[in-house]
T-cell receptor
Framework: QQQVKQSPQSLIVQKGGISIINCAYE??????FPWYQQFPGKGPALLIA?????SEKKEGRFTISFNKSAKQFSLHIMDSQPGDSATYFC???????????FGQGTRLTINP | DAGVIQSPRHEVTEMGQEVTLRCKPI?????LFWYRQTMMRGLELLIY????????DSGMPEDRFSAKMPNASFSTLKIQPSEPRDSAVYFC??????????????FGSGTQLSVL
């Protein structure tokens, strides 16, 4: 119940295309859902986050879509660029809790 | 700000040796986390501290692992004795606990540990 399942494991998208990464969870007590971006040789960095009281959050080319009834959330990267090539992790935590449960990660490659 | 600083960046050691990983969190942050990253298990939380006090060490794999935070600007993760299965990237992260609004973690660049 503490797991967050992420798919796909790897994704190749052409420059200018839309990248979509999906995550699913079981624990309905989760109420904070961040996405982290990790470049090779670096630690993960917070990209964007959402709480379940909204169904969508957009920051620039990055959008989180949240479906509370399906217990799923996804990251959409519009107009994908080669500089977006990285590993992306979804995560979740419960209200007031500091422990983040991470998905397994998606290695995204944007072809020029 | 220099961000979270970890040392060493790379560590190669032989099985049975003691390994100490070091972390300097961002100044002013009051929470510190140690994560381990492997291909098989992804990112795993090992232990975290609030105001230098260990809060949850349930992710520490076994007694060979120990972590300390003697002050607000320094933490160590020690493995004694080390084993080949401990080979992984170890990340330290810090945050400013904001009363349950969702933790924003700032990660260091990690220590790549190889135990031969």
């Amino acid at each position: 119940q503490q797991q967050v399942k992420q798919s796909p494991q790897s994704l190749i998208v052409q420059k200018g295309g839309i990248s979509i990464i999906n995550c699913a969870y079981e624990n309905t007590a989760f109420d904070y859902f961040p996405w982290y971006q990790q470049f090779p040789g670096k630690g993960p960095a917070l990209l964007i986050a959402i709480r379940p009281d909204v169904s969508e959050k957009k920051e620039g080319r990055f959008t989180i879509s949240f479906n509370k009834s399906a217990k799923q959330f996804s990251l959409h990267i519009m107009d994908s660029q080669p500089g977006d090539s990285a590993t992306y992790f979804c995560a979740a935590s419960m209200q007031g809790a500091q422990k983040l449960v991470f998905g397994q990660g998606t290695r995204l490659t944007i072809n020029p | 700000d220099a961000g979270v600083i970890q040392s060493p960046r790379h560590e190669v050691t032989e099985m049975g040796q003691e390994v100490t990983l070091r972390c300097k969190p961002i100044s002013g942050h009051n929470s510190l986390f140690w994560y381990r990253q492997t291909m098989m298990r992804g990112l795993e939380l090992l232990i975290y501290f609030n105001n230098n006090v260990p809060i949850d060490d349930s992710g520490m794999p076994e007694d060979r692992f120990s972590a300390k935070m003697p002050n607000a600007s320094f933490s160590t993760l020690k493995i004694q004795p080390s084993e080949p299965r401990d080979s992984a990237v170890y990340f330290c992260a810090s945050s400013l606990r904001a009363g349950g609004l969702g933790e924003k973690l700032f990660f260091g660049s990690g220590t790549q540990l190889s135990v031969l």
